[in-house]
């Protein structure tokens, strides 16, 4: 009696084994991967623009908004999800990228040197200084871990705005900068709505910090990135040098952060350190926490919660007739209560985030469409 060996399916591989000497390729090339986020990209961006078309100004500063939390929210949950570094200094971050760009533009319009290149000077300013302000944060941050790590980076998101004020004839106190606000070109005309290429402007900005994210994700820094995050002694057995891998980590975020708080400076052609609260670091933390730790996509839906949520205390005291008082308390702790509930509401039915439960979701669906045919085939007892 002969007996075949049973096949078992290989298990999946590890970050950190497919960084190990001869371990096999990743599944697909790396140009088919870039064509189809290229792809992705494109599709996105295309149907944003025709939705902008159609929206009132104030809805296009909205997405404006979204855009320009989401180049923040997606460079924190690499750091985050990814990287397993805890970080709640990056409201701080984002005022240093608008203050670059601000100062910038304002320094150009001095000298009146105009044209198109100058908002991508600017904007490409702020990510420098602001990956240069993350190196040193990282650097500092590099044989910390747990609590001591935030405690770093909370003193720093109390130090930026504190800096702002001491030095008041740079960032001129707590009055705050301002400078020439974007106009579309004239091409486009005289009545195109300048609300809607801010929003233009933003979009670019945020899909190419998704375009790029995503390319990182899936290269062998970002399969370095999780090994350090799932075990950093293993990871330095690979050969991975992990501390070098933290701080550009650190180094990537922070640029992100600053072209975020660039292009949301952009917005209103004004910066102060009022726009960049303390609470701002906590409502981005809990914003990819909700969305999904370490995935871009729950990225997207913490952009959109920080949005919605934010505008929820003002829509409130629109319609209830509250007095002055009240209206401004409920303004300054709403959106934190609420950020807190929706955070508990949705740890507990859906630990994966946002983004987990809908990955769950369709998982489940997938599964029950491929039972029914099955299923009808069976026959009749």
Not at 60 to 75: E, K, M, S
Not at 212 to 241: C, Q
Not at 309 to 314: A, E, F, I, M, R
Request: aromatic share 6%; charged share 10%; net charge positive.
């Amino acid at each position: 009696m002969t007996t075949t060996p049973t096949e078992t399916a290989p298990a999946p591989a590890s970050p950190l084994r497919r960084l190990l000497p001869g371990a096999p390729a990743g599944r697909e090339p790396r140009g088919s991967t870039l064509l189809r986020h290229l792809a992705v990209a494109v599709f996105v961006g295309t149907l944003v623009v025709l939705v902008t078309n159609q929206l009132a100004p104030y809805q296009n500063l909205q997405v404006a908004r979204v855009c320009a939390f989401l180049c923040v929210t997606a460079g924190h949950t690499v750091l985050v999800g990814l990287n397993g570094q805890l970080s709640l200094g990056h409201g701080a971050l984002m005022a240093t990228g608008a203050y670059t760009v601000a100062l910038t533009q304002q320094a150009l319009d001095e000298r009146a040197v105009r044209g198109w290149w100058t908002l991508p000077a600017s904007l490409l300013a702020g990510v420098a200084v602001t990956a240069l302000g993350g190196l040193v944060v990282g650097l500092a941050a590099a044989r910390l871990r747990g609590p001591y790590l935030a405690g770093v980076t909370l003193a720093v998101a109390t130090l930026v705005p504190a800096v702002t004020t001491i030095f008041t004839g740079v960032f001129n106190g707590e009055q705050g900068l301002s400078f020439p606000a974007q106009t579309p070109p004239a091409a486009l005309g005289a009545y195109f709505q300048p609300e809607r290429w801010l929003a233009w402007i933003a979009l670019a900005a945020a899909l190419l910090t998704m375009l790029l994210l995503a390319n990182l994700a899936r290269s062998r820094f970002g399969r370095s990135l999780r090994a350090v995050r799932d075990d950093e002694v293993a990871a330095r057995l690979a050969g991975i040098p992990v501390a070098r891998t933290q701080v550009l980590a650190f180094v990537v975020s922070a640029a992100c952060a600053g072209l975020g708080g660039g292009v949301y400076a952009m917005l209103t052609a004004t910066v102060a350190p009022g726009k960049f609260p303390l609470d701002l670091s906590l409502f981005l933390l809990m914003a990819i926490v909700i969305g999904g730790l370490g995935s871009l996509a729950g990225a997207v839906w913490g952009a959109l919660l920080l949005v919605a949520l934010q505008d929820l205390p003002g829509l409130l005291t629109e319609h209830l007739s509250l007095s002055a008082g009240l209206a401004q308390r409920l303004e300054g702790n709403l959106a934190l209560a609420v950020f807190g509930l929706v955070l508990i509401v949705v740890m507990l039915a859906a630990p994966g985030g946002l983004q987990g439960g809908v990955r769950a979701l369709t998982t489940r669906l997938r599964r029950a469409v491929r039972r029914r045919p099955a299923t009808r085939r069976s026959p009749d007892r």
